[in-house]
T-cell receptor, first 115, second 108 residues
């Protein structure tokens, strides 16, 4: 596609359930990033992929969070046993490479609400 | 650690000029980005500065002083569609660290 796409656009779940969020990056972009945006706060880095490898997972807030990327393309962010504090907008971005200066293109995000 | 500060809100009149300041203290620096984000939408790229000085792009300009850890985004000839959140982000290698964003409201 022309841009980064994410699905679903909105997800409402009950506390304790698992959720999967999907990101389709721009074709040819080797670098992929996940961020979280909570109300009134800046974007918080979660994880960085270069190809299918994740050299930096330092932003994942707990072991309930995991992510994978397959075929150097689609990525899935999984949150297990969701908690109310997980409610946020989860944004995915991709760039041509991970090198400094390469612009990151963002998807529209998935708004997660944990009841 | 990373510390990036920008004002929370600014209001200006259509046709006017607004300057959004961003100060940063980060462990590394490979450039500074400005993004625009309309409510409920993805952030979109506005500008990138890696060297000191002013970068001009149409109605938008961005300035960087690395020695002062300071940048600003200048929006000229404000239009109603410029009402949005403006995000300052510092790049260290591959990672972007964002400020909390400045909400700009343009009034007629």
């Amino acid at each position: 596609g022309a841009g980064v796409s994410q699905s679903p656009s909105n997800k409402v779940t009950e506390k304790g359930k698992d959720v999967e969020l999907r990101c389709d990056p721009i074709s040819g972009h080797t670098a992929l990033y996940w961020y979280r945006q909570s109300l009134g706060q800046g974007l918080e880095f979660l994880i960085y992929f270069q190809g299918n490898s994740a050299p930096d997972k330092s932003g994942l807030p707990s072991d309930r969070f995991s992510a994978e990327r397959t075929g150097g393309s689609v990525s899935t962010l999984t949150i297990q046993r969701t908690q109310q504090e997980d409610s946020a907008v989860y944004l995915c971005a991709s760039s041509y490479s991970g090198r400094a200066g390469n612009e990151q293109f963002f998807g529209p995000g998935t708004r997660l609400t944990v009841l | 650690g990373q510390n990036i500060d920008q004002p929370t809100e600014m209001t200006a009149t259509e046709g006017a000029i607004v300057q959004i300041n961003c100060t940063y203290q980060t462990s590394g620096f490979n450039g500074l980005f400005w993004y625009q984000q309309h409510a409920g939408e993805a952030p979109t790229f506005l500008s990138y500065n890696v060297l000191d000085g002013l970068e001009e792009k149409g109605r938008f300009s961005s300035f960087l002083s690395r020695s002062k850890g300071y940048s600003y985004l200048l929006l000229k000839e404000l239009q109603m569609k410029d009402s949005a959140s403006y995000l300052c982000a510092v790049r260290n290698d591959y990672k972007l660290s964002f400020g909390a964003g400045t909400t700009v409201t343009v009034r007629a």
